[in-house]
């Protein structure tokens, strides 16, 4: 059974996936802007599935990463918890301004609250003529 290699020699002896990593810092704010946990995540596991079983991973690289990894997951937890949060206070707000006189914060639009959508924006409150106010500081509900 013949095997083929799944990285090749480099200058200066560092692994694809190091080059990759450090061409990627290289690559400015624009490719770190982009970056999410999903890429991290997908680095990692490319990482650990190409390294060379020869020459394995520094474990006190690989629990470092592990720790990051944990983060990630962390906070991805935290952050699917508080949009439950938001979500949750935008309906409790919404029950209170059903049925109410609203005036937006320019003081252009003024009308009785139809319905409330939650939007990624916050809610938004649907007049009785139609426009659409999102319910934000300024807001005058009567």
């Given at each position: 059974m013949s095997v083929s290699s799944t990285s090749s020699a480099t200058a200066g002896g560092s692994t694809p996936a190091t080059s990759t990593a450090a061409a990627a810092a290289k690559a400015g704010s624009s490719v770190a802007a982009s970056m999410n946990s999903d890429t991290f995540l997908t680095l990692l596991m490319a990482q650990l599935k190409n390294q060379d079983p020869t020459k394995?991973?520094?474990?006190?690289?690989?629990?470092?990463?592990?720790?990051?990894?944990?983060?990630?997951?962390?906070a991805t937890k935290t952050n699917q918890k508080l949009d439950s949060l938001l979500a949750s206070s935008f309906l409790d707000q919404a029950d209170t301004v059903i049925g109410r006189t609203l005036?937006?914060?320019?003081?252009?639009?003024?009308?009785?609250?139809q319905s409330v959508r939650v939007t990624s924006d916050g809610a938004l409150a649907r007049l009785t003529n139609g426009t659409d106010v999102l319910l934000t500081s300024g807001v005058v509900i009567q």
């Open positions: 394995p991973m520094d474990s006190t690289q690989y629990v470092g990463e592990l720790a990051t990894f944990s983060q990630v997951e962390q005036t937006s914060a320019d003081g252009t639009t003024t009308g009785t609250v």
